[in-house]
Every structure is written in structure tokens, then in C-alpha cells.
């Protein structure tokens, strides 16, 4: 039961702050915590594995306000170790029952009474108060979410795939949907932290990171790719040939007088989802020689003469001048 279990477990102690920390220097080293000890990075290693859990178990209670109220409370009621009588004498050095209980629970006309004598001991309370009963039933609390990562390869990203995930020392396997992006995070409801006193468990916050491919990259639903066409193909006109992402090749028209920069576009070869059916968008890249032979040297000279006069940054400079 978390009541009786908070008395003998220090989370500030495990997640290595102070008691007055406050939410972003629990949750900064929670994270850091919980990167270090993650089971993916600490593989056979139970210690390891052990405290991965308790500080999973410790940042659920602390980073939620209610629960960690609750907990201060509990704390301060355990005095470091005293017992605490059923009169109002309390532990020594430290609160009695009746006046940690009544700060938490005041009204009434006065101090809350208990007694040991046939109404139920200590035990009994904390399950009125965490379990089954009507108080556990009032005060039911989300539980938090669970903040997880994952990698994958471009051609897995495009396709959609399915990952496996270890938390707090369980394995999973997640659906990663096809067309997802680098960055982008999926949440799956209930696969995090359970809820207490009857709520409903939190989610898992999955962040997906995508490797990038060395020749494609994703706009939306589409692919793009870049491909290298020489002056020729680029001026007379061509077809070429272009790779897809699936290892088969398209052919492709590239009409004469075609600039460098210019993409073209080949319906249906993008990323499928359920919804839609993306493209591929060919950028065309003209490419220039660095080594001619004379052959070639004297067949551009001469293009060069042929087309003397002619000034493509004509236009340019009027805009310029505009």
C-alpha cells in the first residue's frame, strides 16, 4: 500500500534534491536520472534496473501536487522513525498523530480523535485514506506519464515500423505509423505510470528520432530526391532515370530548356499512410564539368560563339535596378 510504503521511502533522497526543490529541478533530475539508468543503456544489470524503477516510482509522486502533499504528510507524521501513540503525546522530539492529521484534515470543531481500541489501527487508517475507501475514492489521481524516446532508420520512418521500448523494466513493442518525423512525438494512452486510488493510469510520450538517408528526405507525404542531369539533357531534352526509396527505378521526362533547379514530379511514389499517397519530387541539378577534353572544349567554344550576345542576367540587373 504507497501510504505505509511512504513512511521507510525518502523520494527527495532518490532523486538526489532538496525538500523545497521545486517541479522543474524534480523533473530535470528525474530525467537525467532515468537517461542514465535506462535499462537500453544498463543492459543485465539489475542494480541498475532496481533503481531505474525507484526513481520512476519516486518522480511519480513528487512531480504531482496532490500526491505530493500527501507525501509530505505522511513523512512528517513518520517524525524520522518515531511511533506514534494512540493518545495525543505523539513520537517524542516530534507532531503527535492527532495534530499531523488534524493540520491535514482540519475542521470538525477541533482535533481529529483516533483511537486503537476496536476501530481499526494505523493500518486501517492509511487504507480509509489510500485504498479502497470513500476518502481513496474522493482524492483518485492520475498517473503520470511516462516520457520515452526512440531511433529509427529513414526507410523505417517512411514505412512505419514497430519498436521495442523498455520502462521501468518492462518491454513493450510500439506501432510507429508510416510518414512519421524526426522530432515528432506519439502518445499512447494508459501505457504510463498507474493511478492511484482508483485513477486512471498516464500516457507514454514517445519522441522519434529519424536517421537521416543519404539521398532522400520527407516534405510532408512526399520525398524529395536531387538528381545530377548534364547541360545537355538539361538544354535538348532527356529521359532519365530515377531511384526510388523502394530499390526499383522511374523513368523521368525532362523537357528541353530545362534549368538547373527545376523539380519534376512522379505521382504516387511518396509515403503512404491511410489517409493519402505522397510524391516523389525530382529536383533537377545541372552538372558541370570540371575535366573536358578538347573534343568537348571545342564543342563548347563553339557552342559559346553560336550563342554570342545573348545575356541571361540581363533581366536581373533591370530588377535590380527597379
Given amino acids: 500500500m504507497a501510504g505505509q510504503d511512504w513512511f521507510e521511502k525518502d523520494f ?37 534496473e532496481a533503481r531505474f524503477k525507484d526513481v520512476g516510482e519516486a518522480y511519480g509522486v513528487l512531480s504531482d501536487p496532490e500526491q505530493r502533499k500527501q507525501y509530505d504528510a505522511i513523512r512528517a507524521m513518520a517524525g524520522g522513525g518515531a511511533r506514534f501513540s494512540a493518545g495525543s503525546g505523539g513520537p517524542s522530539g516530534g507532531a503527535g498523530f492527532e495534530d499531523v492529521f488534524g493540520s491535514m484534515f482540519p475542521g470538525g470543531g477541533g482535533r481529529t480523535r483516533f ?4 476501530g481499526g489501527g494505523f493500518e486501517d487508517i492509511l487504507q480509509d485514506m489510500f485504498g479502497g475507501g470513500g476518502f481513496g475514492r474522493r482524492t483518485a489521481q492520475r498517473g503520470g506519464d511516462i516520457v520515452t524516446s526512440a ?13 521495442q521500448l523498455t520502462t521501468n523494466g518492462q518491454s513493450m513493442t510500439v506501432r510507429i505509423p508510416a510518414g512519421v518525423k524526426d522530432g515528432q512525438k506519439i502518445r499512447l494512452r494508459g501505457k504510463g505510470q498507474p493511478g492511484r486510488g482508483g485513477g486512471e493510469p498516464g500516457d507514454m510520450v514517445v519522441t522519434v528520432h529519424v536517421d537521416p538517408h543519404p539521398v532522400f528526405t520527407m516534405d510532408g507525404t512526399n520525398l524529395r530526391i536531387t538528381v545530377p542531369v548534364t547541360f545537355a539533357e538539361a538544354a535538348l ?7 526510388t526509396l523502394a530499390g526499383d ?28 499517397t505522397g510524391d516523389l519530387l525530382v529536383t533537377v541539378q545541372v552538372a558541370v564539368p570540371t ?11 563553339a557552342f559559346a560563339n553560336a550563342t554570342e550576345g545573348e545575356d541571361p542576367r540581363a533581366d536581373l540587373r533591370a530588377q535590380a535596378a527597379r
Fill in 249 to 276: 527505378v522511374v523513368r523521368v521526362r525532362v523537357p528541353a530548356g530545362t534549368p538547373s533547379g527545376r523539380t519534376l514530379r512522379v505521382k504516387g511514389r511518396g509515403v503512404s499512410t491511410p489517409k493519402t
Fill in 291 to 301: 575535366n573536358l577534353s578538347t573534343k568537348a572544349k571545342r564543342a563548347v567554344e
Fill in 237 to 243: 531534352g532527356a529521359t532519365i532515370e530515377v531511384p
Fill in 151 to 163: 531511433r529509427l532508420p529513414f526507410r523505417h520512418a517512411v514505412e512505419g515500423s514497430t519498436v
Fill in 115 to 118: 483511537s486503537t481500541g476496536g
Fill in 12 to 48: 527527495y533522497k532518490t532523486l538526489g534534491v532538496s525538500k523545497d526543490a521545486d517541479d522543474a529541478t524534480i523533473k530535470k533530475a528525474y530525467r537525467k536520472l532515468a537517461r542514465d539508468l535506462h535499462p537500453d543503456r544498463n543492459p543485465d544489470d539489475a542494480a541498475a
